[in-house]
């Protein structure tokens, strides 16, 4: 008898242990997993600083921008600022451009003379050195509008000319001169900096001026503008989202597809390519017959969705010289092609306001699901060459 109680109580003792052990080993888990969720390192590439996360962390975390995934660390780091929009410009000389292989979004149309320029919307990657950085235009002030109250919005002086091209006067207008608008003339350095050496040849001198996103963060912050205004209201709490999907099983893609864009018919040189790889399920871009490429990693510019707006363009005769000020009727709607997966669809686009989303809509009368991953608009006038092989 003695001899089956002392076995039962070791029993005992070692399921004990045994549960101890399994609840220790849990924890500590946990415990590691919080433990990740630390401050990001600085990392130096090209001369240029940006925040770098430990890409061996599980990414369990969306973007709410464009759905791409991130690991928690990451996520804790962008909730702590809103979107941020700058203005990028692209003429030949500004080639090849810092940070827009960072950009959760893009949006780009012609600014002038057949030369496009891009709003690169920055919110879950950091990109350290971005530009050139240019001026404002008063369409991109209606996209950058969508992304919550009060976006951060960075560029060099703009267009104000008195009439309906005025963006700096419609900056006035909405609330947002020194308080989320950004610019370099209010601003200076050192958030902004001339750089003439960059591309390693001399280059005009609008061609010279440069951020970092975390620079331009740091100036919202300072004037109250983080997660939150000075209200204490949350950047994100009218703002939509797009729906998001995962990329589809390789045998599922389609096989080859190469996008040519044509702005202006006698612009060439401003021609973009996307050619499609299945193996990365995304669009390379080619721009003027050349692999685009981020001057920040060297690395060629892709997107995960690319999605040609056609919209009126029309100009906006406010006796600026040469009439070049452009206007287009981003209000309404029109009709849309996306591209993702290798596959093509014909859609629309609607917005129903300044500040509204612009919603994506597919053939069937529902919203587009985007592909996890850059979003990339282009913006042409209606009649603009877009060919697909």
Known sequence: MKNHKLITILGLIGVYLLVTGISYTVFSKNTTTEEKITSPKVSKTNNYEALEFDDDSPKTEECPLNGARYSKSQRKWWEGHRPLGIMIENHEEARPQSGLSFADVIYEAVAEGGITRFLAIYYCQDAGIVGPVRSARTYFLDWISEYGDYPLYAHVGGAN?????????????YGWSSYNDLNQFSIGFPTFRRDESRLGHPVATEHTMYSTTSKLWKVAAQRGLTEKDRKGNIWNENFVQYSFKDDPKESSRGDSQIISVSF???????????RYDKSTNSYKRENGGKPHIDNNNDLQLNAKNVV???????????????????????????????????????????????????E????????????????WFQIVPIGAKINVD
Not at 264 to 274: A, F, K, S
Not at 332 to 357: E, H, P, Y
Not at 362 to 374: L, V
């Open 161 to 173: 000319t008195p009439g309906p091209a005025d963006a700096l006067g419609q900056i006035i207008d």
């Open 308 to 358: 040609i707006l056609f919209m009126q363009q029309t100009n906006a005769n406010d006796g600026y010289p040469g009439n070049l000020h452009l206007l287009y009727k981003n209000k309404g709607r029109g009709k849309a092609l996306i591209f993702q997966d290798g596959k093509q669809i014909t859609g629309t686009w609607r917005k129903d306001n300044r500040v509204s989303r612009t």
């Open 264 to 274: 202006w018919p006698n612009q060439p040189q401003y021609d973009v390519l996307w």
């Open 360 to 375: 994506i809509i597919g053939p069937q009368g529902s919203e587009i699901e985007f592909t996890r991953g850059t979003i």
